[in-house]
């Protein structure tokens, strides 16, 4: 009887709380202005590799290219440039890591693409890339 109590007041306030949004709310409850959402789906077998030789060839302007810069990083310079908030917000990598990196086989470590998603979030514009297991957020 204490279980179902429980789980029949979660119901109403759940109820009462969804309910009472005006009709026009949306999904990114943090900002009121109204967004357009674009859903992508990428082309199967679409990846993603390491494909730059040096920090100076990632330009990092679309989620792709930031995912390629990721996987191609060789030193913490690097990691640091693909890092919202740089230097302060990366995390920092070991030698050993780099080491890694430099010797991996390019055709055997990837992202392999799934879905992206493209909208603002308070004027600036935001995406969400989706690989199996990663999710990827960049703002543009």
């Not at 990114?28 to 959402?37: A, D, G, K, Q």
């Not at 086989?105 to 199996?132: C, I, R």
Request: charged share 20%; glycine share 4%; aromatic share 14%.
């Amino acid at each position: 009887m204490k279980n179902s109590t429980i789980i029949f007041c979660f119901l109403i306030v759940a109820y009462t709380y969804c309910y009472s949004q005006d009709n026009n709310a949306n999904l990114i409850l943090s900002y009121p202005e109204e967004s357009e959402i674009s859903f992508f789906q990428y082309p199967e077998r679409t990846f993603v590799k390491a494909i730059y030789n040096s920090q100076a060839e990632a330009t990092n302007v679309y989620p792709e290219q930031l995912l390629e810069s990721i996987i191609s990083a060789t030193n913490q310079e690097w990691v640091n440039y693909n890092t919202l908030g740089g230097a302060k917000k990366a995390s920092q990598k070991k030698q050993s890591h780099f080491d890694k990196i430099m010797t991996m086989d390019k055709d055997k470590n990837y992202f392999e693409l799934a879905h992206k998603l493209t909208f603002d979030v308070g004027g600036v514009p935001t995406a969400v890339t989706l690989s199996q297991g990663l999710r990827v957020v960049y703002q543009i």
